[in-house]
């Protein structure tokens, strides 16, 4: 009997042992990934898109489907912008990260008391965009632009590259005529009082084919030297990176496993996509995402790395126009910092 008391009790004191071990393990672990407090919670993060879902965001909602923000302890939410943006919304804390397009940052950075929001990765390697217009329209070339009807969103900068675009090529930029319009649907608006609009090519551009509708389509990297910007890039409220490292990079870690991906896997890529928003259209995600997913890391060493000597040209230009309040600093703006491999 006293055989069996001693052997119960030290089997009840290795089951304690054993316990007190598992949970300090446990809890280690959620302390050094950063990502998980003491009850081994994931940690909410939020990231706002620029617009719908679209085949540029395709690497978030692989990332959330194939587990990978899971493995990182990590409770994403993707969130569609607000009226005033995804920018003002990261600024002001409502989400750590979100999306925009470094032409339409500028104003952010170079204000009198800039926006604590900054550049992290970049989604695609090179600009897509470009004008399009009816091939029957002729506007195979900037200095064609004279005499014709552009859709503006109305932003100075916007209108100043196209204006750089047309002088440059030898136009006179008075003779195009700014219609300040929306353009929601593509097709639709090439068929009214528009006869060229600014567009993505790996998405309305991608659409129009669809539509075997001929066009002219003029990159905006190729009509002026300086605008191969990026164009769209992840960005990050300053003081949330600054004050959780780990965290941010345990996010972009998932992110950009989420985008090389996307890269290698279109097909598969195109189903989660459509899988998260099935009021896609299908037809259109599919092709647009053959196209785009060659271009998420194109000739770049890895997803996500922003060229600091392009990145800076832009913003010369930008200085040089006169186009902010505050010159925007050489390196300013963003950081290769946390993202993997660079």
Not at 46 to 66: C, F, M, Q, R, S
Not at 107 to 112: K, R, V
Not at 211 to 225: A, P, Q, R, V
């Amino acid at each position: 009997m006293k055989i069996k008391k001693k052997l119960a009790f030290i089997l009840a004191v290795c089951m304690i042992l054993s316990f007190t071990a598992c949970s300090s393990d446990k809890k280690n672990t959620a302390d050094s990934s950063g990502t998980e407090n003491a009850a081994g919670e994931k940690k909410e993060i939020t990231i706002v898109l620029d617009w719908t879902p679209n085949t540029n965001h395709t690497g978030l909602y692989v990332a959330k489907e194939l587990g990978y923000f899971d493995e990182a302890g990590l409770n994403v939410n993707i969130i569609q912008p607000p009226e005033n943006g995804a920018t003002d919304l990261v600024a002001s804390g409502g989400a750590q990260f979100g999306i925009d397009f470094q032409e339409y940052l500028a104003p952010a950075f170079g204000a009198e008391n800039p926006l604590p929001v900054i550049a992290v990765a970049a989604i695609l390697q090179h600009n897509t965009s470009g004008i399009v217009s009816l091939k029957e329209k002729g506007i195979d070339n900037p200095v064609k632009l004279e005499g014709m009807r552009y859709a503006t969103w109305d932003i100075p900068i916007e209108q100043a590259i196209i204006e750089a675009s047309v002088t440059k090529n030898g136009g006179d930029f008075s003779k195009v005529s700014l219609i300040p319009a929306y353009v929601d649907d593509i097709v639709a608006a090439l068929n009214t009082d528009i006869d060229c609009v600014w567009i993505y090519y790996g998405w309305d551009g991608i659409k129009l084919e669809l539509e075997n509708i001929d066009t002219n389509f003029l990159y905006i990297k190729d009509m002026y030297g300086d605008f191969d910007f990026y164009s769209p890039v992840i960005i990050a409220n300053t003081d949330y990176i600054e004050n959780n490292p780990d965290e941010a990079k345990a996010f972009l870690n998932a992110v950009q496993k989420g985008y090389e991906y996307a890269a290698e896997h279109p097909k598969e890529a195109a189903d989660i996509l459509l899988k998260a928003v099935p009021e896609l259209d299908s037809s259109l995600v599919y092709a647009s995402q053959e196209y785009v997913s060659g271009q998420y890391i194109a000739d770049a060493a890895v997803w996500g790395i922003i060229d600091g000597s392009r990145w800076d040209a832009f913003y010369k230009w930008v200085n040089d126009n006169g186009l902010v309040e505050k010159e925007i600093e050489a390196g300013a703006g963003f950081t290769n910092e946390y993202l993997s491999g660079k």
